[in-house]
């Protein structure tokens, strides 16, 4: 006996709920590269949508819905940091500051491997 159009049709909208998960997960692990993790949030959020066009949302397509949200808000504070610091040693009126802050944290690395 074949399974039904219907049947065929909620595992592959069930399949893109995985998806989005899946994508959430990897957009939370790639939190070392913001723009990665920007894309990978998006697609989680995309996937998550399209799962539910023909069936409510199922519990993996929330989690990938969550996991996506937090991972562009993340990837938006982390681009914001590094412009406002590249701005910040731009400026000259900051260079003694990162001068200093630029030794200490020399000094603070020469004594971790002395020991």
């Excluded at 937090?70 to 009126?93: E, F, K, N, Q, W």
């Excluded at 500051?97 to 690395?109: H, I, S, T, V």
């Amino acid at each position: 006996m074949e399974p039904s159009r219907s049947s065929q049709s909620g595992s592959f909208y069930s399949m893109l709920a995985i998806s989005s998960m899946a994508m959430g997960l990897i957009a939370i692990i790639s939190c070392f590269s913001p723009p990665v993790q920007l894309g990978f949030g998006a697609c989680a959020l995309i996937l998550a949508y399209a799962s539910r066009l023909k069936q409510p949302l199922t519990i993996p397509a929330v989690i990938g819905i969550v996991l996506g949200v937090i991972s562009i808000i993340t990837s938006v504070i982390m681009c914001v940091t590094v412009l406002y610091g590249i701005r910040m040693m731009d400026d000259p009126a900051n260079a003694a500051f990162m001068r200093e802050f630029l030794k200490e944290y020399q000094n603070a690395l020469e004594s971790l491997n002395t020991k």
